[in-house]
């Protein structure tokens, strides 16, 4: 699996990196986004007090060890409070408002759906269920420190 590495800084003086796995593979190209999901995104965190938004991204390095950070990226850290998982997605926004999911992690979730017929669905499941089951999930929407 190829990995994204993201560099994430929430206070001045610890940065923490994380892999992300890439997901063409999962998708047979990026998965779509469609803009109608940032749009219930954004009212489920003005609406859930365990949704929660800050400038964190600092770098986004590709599996090609290329530089990607100038790039309107969103990370959701997802923690499923019932089943205690995590869920990492590493979203690219595009000009048109949608967005490409590039990545995924933590590693035992990108294995898990390695190995799984039914990655796809279960993927898309899960950024279904995070606007329609606020109480279930705790969210950190992490956007690029860049932006002012």
């Known amino acids: 699996m190829k990995p994204w590495t993201v560099s994430i800084g929430l206070?001045?003086?610890?940065?923490?990196?994380l892999l992300?796995?890439?997901?063409k593979r999962f998708f047979d190209g990026y998965l779509v986004i469609k803009r109608s999901f940032f749009n219930s995104l954004s009212k489920t965190i003005n609406t859930s007090k365990n949704y929660n938004v800050g400038r964190g991204i600092e770098c986004v390095i590709s599996p090609t060890k290329?530089?990607?950070s100038l790039n309107p990226w969103?990370?959701?850290i997802i923690k499923d409070n019932e089943k205690?998982?995590?869920?990492?997605?590493?979203?690219?926004r595009e000009k048109d408002l949608s967005g490409l999911l590039i990545a995924l992690g933590p590693?035992?979730?990108?294995?898990?759906?390695?190995?799984?017929?039914?990655?796809?669905?279960?993927?898309i499941r899960i950024l279904n269920y995070i606007n329609t089951y606020l109480n279930k999930f705790n969210c950190a929407i992490?956007?690029?420190k860049y932006l002012s």
Do not use: G
């Open 107 to 123: 590693k035992e979730f990108a294995d898990y759906n390695k190995n799984n017929s039914d990655a796809k669905r279960e993927i």
């Open 84 to 92: 205690k998982k995590s869920f990492w997605f590493l979203i690219k």
């Open 66 to 68: 290329e530089l990607w």
């Open 20 to 23: 992300l796995y890439d997901a």
């Open 11 to 17: 206070n001045s003086n610890k940065k923490e990196d």
């Open 74 to 76: 969103i990370l959701l």
């Open 142 to 144: 992490l956007l690029p």
